[in-house]
């Protein structure tokens, strides 16, 4: 199933993944960002669990915003969990 996640406090606006069981893969930021840090996180989470993603990924902060675009990815694969399981 397609994803999609709007952002809070980061620079991308959109993030987009599939996500079949618990298993994400196709991970697209859209709308801006460090375009490093855009490229590197859909490689480094593809066939990922949410739980995997949210132990390594969550929490981490970009300065002062209180979040990240990792932290986000984090927050927008467990919503997508939670709604995939009602």
């Known amino acids: 199933m397609r994803y ?12 987009e993944f599939d996500i079949e ?3 994400i ?3 697209k930021f859209l709308g801006g960002g460090c375009p490093g840090n855009l ?5 480094l ?3 990922m669990t949410v739980e995997e993603i949210e132990e390594k990924l969550g929490g981490i ?6 979040t990240s675009c990792a932290d986000q990815l984090a ?8 709604e995939t399981q009602k």
């Open 4 to 15: 999609s996640y709007r952002t809070e406090n980061v620079c991308p606006q959109v993030i």
């Open 21 to 23: 069981g618990n298993v």
């Open 25 to 27: 893969t196709n991970v």
């Open 39 to 43: 490229q590197a996180l859909p490689r």
């Open 45 to 47: 989470v593809e066939g």
């Open 61 to 66: 902060q970009c300065g002062f915003k209180g």
């Open 75 to 82: 927050r927008a694969v467990r919503k997508a969990y939670n």
